[in-house]
T-cell receptor, first 117, second 116 residues
Framework: AQKITQTQPGMFVQEKEAVTLDCTYD???????LFWYKQPSSGEMIFLIY??????QNATEGRYSLNFQKARKSANLVISASQLGDSAMYFC??????????????FGAGTRLAVHP | ETGVTQTPRHLVMGMTNKKSLKCEQH?????MYWYKQSAKKPLELMFV???????ENNSVPSRFSPECPNSSHLFLHLHTLQPEDSALYLC???????????????FGPGTRLTVL
């Protein structure tokens, strides 16, 4: 079965510094997709970045980059130049196939990031 | 603002009440989802609608009843809930149908439900 593991329940970072949030996954599929979402205290889940298993380059979106190490089955999120507004829960997710060939997302437990001034 | 709205944002109900949660997406998306987020648990997928057709009922109790009258609207009808059903209920939509591999989902702000 597919599984997402986020081992850091909480992380602290100083404003303007970079931070890495860990994510490891378990799958027997050759083709899969990995996602990162941010959830502020308001509750809304905000899509940040996507990495396909066949993508040769690490995905980047502005200050977000995904450190994809396929052999180690890790997809860590790197946030550069942290801002106070980055304080939130961060979820790693993976595409999973269910019956009928449909796709759904399975989520990790999340990491709470606190950015200090 | 992701283009997915949910109402109400907060709901308190008794165990004998009947209420409905509403989700609306203004993005022209083809698939819609209901998730439940309980404290200290990962997001749980409840229901999936692909082009208005329900494709997944993830062993959800019958006291939760979804309805998708068109591709822009999704409802979750609630009746005789239990206190353990208190959670954040999130709606999401994706442009591509659920048969597509790269179908990132866009979420609404959620409804915080408390069952007394």
């Amino acid at each position: 079965a597919q599984k997402i593991t986020q081992t850091q329940p909480g992380m602290f970072v100083q404003e303007k510094e970079a931070v890495t949030l860990d994510c490891t996954y378990d799958t027997s599929d050759q083709s899969y997709g990995l996602f990162w979402y941010k959830q502020p205290s308001s509750g809304e889940m905000i899509f940040l970045i996507y990495q396909g298993s066949y993508d040769e380059q690490n995905a980047t979106e502005g200050r977000y980059s995904l450190n994809f190490q396929k052999a180690r089955k890790s997809a860590n999120l790197v946030i550069s130049a942290s801002q106070l507004g980055d304080s939130a829960m961060y979820f790693c997710a993976m595409r999973d196939l269910f019956s009928g060939g449909y796709n759904k997302l399975i989520f990790g437990a999340g990491t709470r990031l606190a950015v200090h001034p | 603002e992701t283009g997915v709205t949910q109402t109400p944002r907060h709901l308190v109900m008794g165990m004998t009440n009947k209420k409905s949660l509403k989700c609306e997406q203004h993005l022209g998306h083809n698939a819609m989802y209901w998730y439940k987020q309980s404290a200290k648990k990962p997001l749980e997928l409840m229901f999936v609608y692909n082009f208005k057709e329900q494709t997944e009922n993830n062993s959800v109790p019958s006291r939760f009843s979804p309805e998708c009258p068109n591709s822009s609207h999704l409802f979750l009808h609630l009746h005789t809930l239990q206190p353990e059903d208190s959670a954040l209920y999130l709606c999401a939509s994706s442009l591509r149908g659920v048969r597509e591999s790269h179908n990132e989902q866009f979420f609404g702000p959620g409804t915080r439900l408390t069952v007394l």
